[in-house]
């Protein structure tokens, strides 16, 4: 009994091992570009997340709020499944904006009324979707990984959108009188 009870043990073990070691495998087949791809996507998605609840916060204005809100969601759901990828991919992601970001948010959550709302729609609307989607095309264009590359290629129409709908808000948000 007390054998059967250490092969199934041993055999146990045996499986997480190789399973664990499977992971950092794949994280070992993935070139530079795809990891540095999975962290600095996370990063900007996550700078999204947290300056667009400060946006849902301190902004008056429906159309900022609007937004914001499309942004919390859709970077929340693809900041889940960018995770999800990174896991099975064996590489670490943060689940918070980079020191620079929130240095970034911080000093946005200061300014208040219209200057809030068009440093928002400046920086985290236009800005940084336009510098999402070159980190997501550099990574469809020279991408390694298969599936990491299909999931940049699913996410740019999202990202594109987001891009067309803050230059629109900072259009609006510009036109407002100076507070």
């Known amino acids: 009994m007390k054998s059967r009870s250490l092969t199934l043990l041993s055999t146990a073990t045996l499986a997480l091992a190789m399973s664990l070691g499977a992971h950092a495998a794949d994280a070992g087949k993935l070139s530079g570009q795809d990891k540095s791809f999975l962290k600095d996507a996370a990063e900007g998605g996550n700078a999204e997340v947290e300056g667009s609840k400060?946006?849902?916060?301190?902004?008056?204005?429906a159309d900022v709020k609007t937004f914001a809100q499309m942004m919390v969601d859709d970077h929340g759901k693809a900041g889940t499944e960018l995770k999800g990828l990174a896991d099975q991919k064996g590489v670490k992601v943060s689940d918070t904006p980079s020191m620079t970001k929130k240095t970034e948010i911080k000093l946005l959550s200061e300014r208040k009324g219209s200057s809030f709302d068009q440093h928002y729609a400046d920086s985290i609307g236009v800005k940084a979707h336009q510098d999402t989607i070159k980190l997501f095309q550099k990574e469809v264009d020279k991408?390694?990984?298969?599936?990491?590359?299909?999931?940049?290629?699913?996410?740019?129409?999202?990202?594109?959108?987001?891009?067309?709908?803050?230059?629109?808000?900072?259009?609006?948000?510009?036109?407002?009188?100076?507070?």
């Open 54 to 61: 400060v946006a849902l916060d301190k902004s008056g204005s």
């Open 143 to 179: 991408g390694s990984d298969a599936d990491v590359k299909a999931w940049a290629s699913k996410t740019l129409p999202t990202l594109q959108h987001h891009l067309e709908a803050a230059q629109a808000l900072k259009a609006k948000t510009d036109a407002e009188p100076k507070s």
